[in-house]
């Protein structure tokens, strides 16, 4: 995983929020977890503070970690060493009621993706940013409803109606909230989290970064 890469900064963000871990004590390593690290964005500046090295094309973040050449590693896949190696575990062996607890103290839900348009576009067709909106919410409606149906699972999960019981209970039925309001504490976040670990200068202001639709 590349040092600049959106999970890992959640990641990062959280272990020095929850876990009072410097940033600047680690040396950070870039690489793929098997296939070879295809290199951050040219315009990438590395942080103050922080040294960043990236390993060579041959070699596996898994594979370091199964021999023990590193304390752990942030990545979105799996290692192929993972439930083969003893040295390859998860941080968090009970991860699920580790994130439940975080969630319900801190009411983050952290997210990955935003939908963007041009702002000339979005000038001249105000328009369009509400019926991306209205689109997306109605679709994630239909995916909502077609998962509830009990006469015949809609995903092989044994446990999906346990799951969907637990996410009424706990996100009171949409974990996947749309819209700045609603997601503000997960935005404002990340903002710090970009700032705080030198991806940012000034702070973002999330008011600002919205088109009105998305945030009334």
Do not use: C
């Not at 900064?9 to 296939?35: K, N, T």
């Not at 015949?152 to 109606?161: D, G, S, T, V």
Request: proline content about 5%; cysteine-free.
């Amino acid at each position: 995983m590349g040092y600049g890469q959106t999970a890992a900064v959640w990641i990062r963000g959280m272990l020095q929020d929850e876990q009072g871990i410097d940033l600047r004590s680690i040396r950070w390593l870039e690489g793929g977890s098997e296939a070879p690290f295809s290199g951050r964005s040219k315009d990438f500046k590395v942080p103050p503070g922080i040294t960043i090295e990236k390993i060579a094309d041959n070699v596996a973040m898994g594979d370091l970690l199964a021999r023990g050449e590193i304390d752990a590693m942030l990545g979105a896949r799996h290692p192929v060493t993972f439930g083969k190696n003893r040295n390859v575990v998860r941080l968090f062996p009970n991860y699920r009621a580790a994130e439940r607890d975080y969630f319900q103290r801190t009411g983050i839900f952290p997210i990955m993706h935003t939908v963007v348009m041009r702002e000339e576009l979005y000038r001249r067709e105000p328009w369009i940013a509400a019926s991306l909106f209205k689109a997306f919410e109605e679709a994630k409606a239909v995916a909502y409803r077609d998962m509830r149906f009990t006469g015949a699972m809609r995903y092989a999960l044994p446990w999906l109606y346990q799951d969907l019981d637990e996410i009424d209970e706990l996100f009171d039925g949409d974990p996947f909230v749309y819209g700045l309001a609603k997601n503000r504490k997960s935005l404002e976040a990340l903002a710090r989290y970009l700032q705080e670990q030198g991806f940012v200068d000034t702070a973002i202001a999330v008011d600002k970064i919205f088109a009105p639709i998305v945030s009334e």
